[in-house]
């Protein structure tokens, strides 16, 4: 019987950014004509909000959510190490990055072979880190990790989520990003935020989490007015924890140890429109995430497509097969946090589950 991790961070994208460039989506949100100019303005804003935007557009605080987020990364970082995996599974989403209009899954398990990774020379630009952007580290392109792969355990839960009744995509190599779409890379550079390395053999498994937005608006940003010719939806909340507590059961009788780890923030500003796209949606997240503390997975499981989307929380079907796979394996939560933000485009969830 295998040992099986459960871990859930974040892949924020502005964390790769020095602080003054932290709160640029909420910058690029203010500038669309379709948002009623008295919403824009900050001092209609509730006080929380103007506070952490401040007099500087929120660059001083940009420190202390930074310092907030490396806190709870340099613990799950801790987690994981004294965990020792053979093999660490993420699961996050593609944002039109590697998977575009001539195929677009709902789920893959990409099983590479050993691969470098460039995280800014391959950023692409739903990563806000393309064409040669300055980064939190300094770090210039050549910068890169030997990334291993694991094919063979690839390989065994294709097999097994097949034989299960799941229409699994699988690929040995990428087909329109040179390495790992950001929602992967961004989960290793910042579990690696001190420059550590990153040894541990990595499986991803991308997720169509933008379903009717992923071509149209090309997983980013849209002005409100923006005429979209929608796609089909992706995946449900059920069906996402399905296939994660499918993957538990597989693994669980495998030889090895596994760190699952879930991939992304919760709601997304530029994703609410409820929200004018200038905060995430708070009261829909706490709900979740009191769910998620009290270990009530029916609450998830009980919302919709149409929930998620409307609260910008399209990214936390990344989160889905978590819940479902620790549901599957009876494990504890053993500590997480909720770091709240009105101005940085996200709350942030952090957890570690008891290895069971």
Not at 4 to 15: K, T, V
Not at 18 to 25: H, K, L
Not at 184 to 196: C, E, H, S, T, V
Not at 252 to 264: C, G, H, K, M
Request: negative net charge; glycine residues 8%.
């Amino acid at each position: 019987m295998a040992e099986i991790l459960g871990l859930g961070l974040s892949h924020y994208p502005p964390l790769s950014t020095p602080d003054a460039q932290m709160a640029g989506i909420l910058r690029m949100t203010l500038k669309d004509p379709g948002i009623p100019a008295e919403r824009k303005l900050a001092q209609n804003w509730a006080p929380a909000m103007q506070a952490e935007w401040g007099d500087d557009q929120g660059v001083a605080a940009a420190a202390v959510h930074r310092a907030a987020l490396v806190e709870q990364f340099r613990r799950v970082r801790a987690a994981l190490d004294d965990f020792k995996p053979d093999v660490v599974l993420i699961w996050g989403d593609d944002q039109y990055e590697n998977f575009k209009e001539d195929i677009i899954p709902p789920f893959t398990v990409c099983a590479y072979d050993d691969m470098d990774l460039y995280p800014w020379r391959h950023a692409q630009g739903s990563s806000m880190m393309a064409n040669g952007k300055a980064n939190a580290w300094g770090e210039g392109p050549d910068m890169h990790y030997r990334l291993k792969g694991r094919r063979d355990i690839g390989k065994y839960l294709t097999s097994g989520l097949l034989d299960a009744g799941f229409d699994m995509a699988y690929a040995y190599k990428p087909l329109h990003h040179e390495s790992l779409a950001h929602a992967f890379a961004n989960a290793i550079l910042y579990l690696d935020y001190d420059r550590k390395g990153w040894d541990y053999p990595t499986l991803t498994v991308p997720i169509n989490c933008y379903g009717r937005k992923v071509i149209s608006a090309r997983g980013f940003l849209t002005n409100v007015d923006d005429k979209l010719d929608l796609d089909p939806p992706g995946p449900s909340p059920a069906r996402c924890m399905d296939m994660g507590a499918a993957t538990a059961r597989i693994l669980r009788d495998s030889p090895w140890r596994v760190a699952l780890i879930a991939s992304s923030s919760w709601s997304h500003a530029f994703l609410c429109d409820r929200t004018s796209r200038l905060c995430p949606d708070t009261p829909s997240d706490r709900v979740l995430y009191r769910a998620l503390v009290e270990q009530n997975h029916g609450v998830w499981r009980g919302n919709t497509t149409e929930d998620f989307e409307n609260a910008g929380q399209q990214e936390l079907l990344n989160w889905c097969p978590l819940l479902g796979a620790m549901g599957e394996l009876g494990a504890s939560l053993s500590w997480s946090n909720f770091v709240e933000t009105h101005v940085f485009n996200s709350n942030k969830v952090f957890a570690i589950y008891q290895p069971a």
